[in-house]
């Protein structure tokens, strides 16, 4: 097995939404909503977790490297082509 490959993506998150969803790529930003508050990085874990189970890696695979306190996120994707992510996002 090769090195495994890793991507970042741009994410804005809606939290305290009525469910937990892809609203879907606005540009190059994914945009998703999610039923967590805000608060004590409780958004940001359901979004590992959200991805993670969209994406079919383990949570362990999603990394949050920029924005934790803010509504425009990066977020490092292990595993996967820039291309598996979109079209797991997207279909």
């Known amino acids: 097995m090769g090195l495994m490959s890793a991507i970042t993506i741009a994410v804005r998150v809606t939290p305290r939404a009525g469910r937990d969803e892809v609203v879907g790529w606005q540009e190059a930003?994914?945009?998703v909503r999610l039923k967590a508050p805000p608060v004590e990085g409780q958004a940001n874990e359901a979004l590992r977790r959200f991805l993670?189970?969209?994406l079919?890696?383990?949570a362990t695979a999603i990394e949050i490297v920029g924005?934790?306190?803010a509504r425009h996120k990066r977020v490092r994707i292990e595993g996967l082509t820039a291309d598996e992510v979109r079209v797991r996002l997207t279909g």
């Open 29 to 31: 930003e994914l945009r």
């Open 52 to 54: 993670a189970k969209q």
């Open 67 to 69: 924005g934790a306190m």
């Open 56 to 58: 079919g890696v383990p």
